[in-house]
């Protein structure tokens, strides 16, 4: 079982940043349309078949985000 939902993560982070989807997209060097894809779950980040395999192994996935600290 995924225990997060990265897309509404993303927009979250979005929003505490105060910065748009398009000018991440533009950071990360893809298209706005396919973030935008990733961000509303058309596409997914983490596949079911990856899922599936982790739960066979006796796993669930948790993601952590962390801060970086800028030195």
């Known amino acids: 079982m995924?225990?997060?939902n990265i897309e509404?993560?993303?927009k979250t982070k979005c929003m505490?940043?105060?910065t748009t989807q398009t000018k991440i997209a533009?950071?990360?060097g893809t298209s706005k349309?396919?973030?935008s894809r990733i961000v509303n779950g058309k596409d997914k980040i983490v596949n079911k078949m990856f899922i599936?395999?982790?739960e066979a192994l006796g796993y669930?996935?948790?993601i952590i985000y962390e801060k970086r600290i800028k030195e």
């Open 2 to 4: 995924l225990l997060n």
């Open 8 to 10: 509404l993560d993303i």
């Open 16 to 18: 505490e940043k105060q």
């Open 26 to 28: 533009e950071e990360i």
């Open 33 to 35: 349309s396919y973030f």
């Open 52 to 54: 599936q395999a982790m």
């Open 60 to 62: 669930d996935i948790k």
